[in-house]
């Protein structure tokens, strides 16, 4: 196998493992994203985030972390369905 056949075949690896992540970060009720999100979103994750993949409470926090350097993009689609996310009364 050819050093480039490799690295093709770990990108798609990545790319699969981030679609992955975004595909249960969705499912989650307790903190769901759009799919607009997830399509605004993927290369935010990972540029930034690549290392915690597919750790999706580490993407997840990660993405957080890194909000002043999301595109604008996904930052406003994130804002946007944060903001949609039932709040949990305090005790």
Known sequence: MTASFLRTICQAGLVLACAASFSLLSSRASFAFSAEAQQMCT???????????????????????????????CRTVMDRDLAKQPTVAAK
Request: glycine content about 4%; overall charge neutral.
């Open 43 to 73: 290369s935010d994750a990972f540029r930034l985030c690549s290392s915690e993949i597919p750790d999706i409470p580490r993407i997840t926090a990660c993405m957080f972390k890194h909000r002043a350097d999301l595109s604008t993009g």
